[in-house]
């Protein structure tokens, strides 16, 4: 068999699959097996009965901060290189576009 054809990717990627998945099937035949008890899969914490519901975390803060970073980022990119000359207006229509995203993006929607 040739060697090249191994080390081509779709086939690379399946060998590569099929042992994964032999890895996986072995370590679930000699793993210990889970006993189901009542209060075994309860949230326990501190010696107090966990209530999760309290507790949601979200993220959209984190998100629109990055998104945010990621205009700013990809704008100052576009801008500075904007050739000069009689089109250096779409400069200007691309900071509008830019400006309305920013806005969008800090508008509440919840």
Known sequence: MNANLLLSPPIAFLIALVLALGVYAFGSLIGAKVTVDGGKLEPYAC????????????YRRFFVAAIFFTIMHVAVLSIATVPGGPFAFRAFAYLLVI????????????
């Not at 107090?48 to 949601?56: G, H, I, L, S, Y």
């Not at 993006?105 to 919840?110: S, V």
């Open 47 to 58: 010696g107090e009965n966990f209530n999760a519901d309290k507790f949601t975390f979200g």
């Open 99 to 110: 400006a309305a995203s920013v806005a969008i993006l800090y508008t509440e929607f919840d």
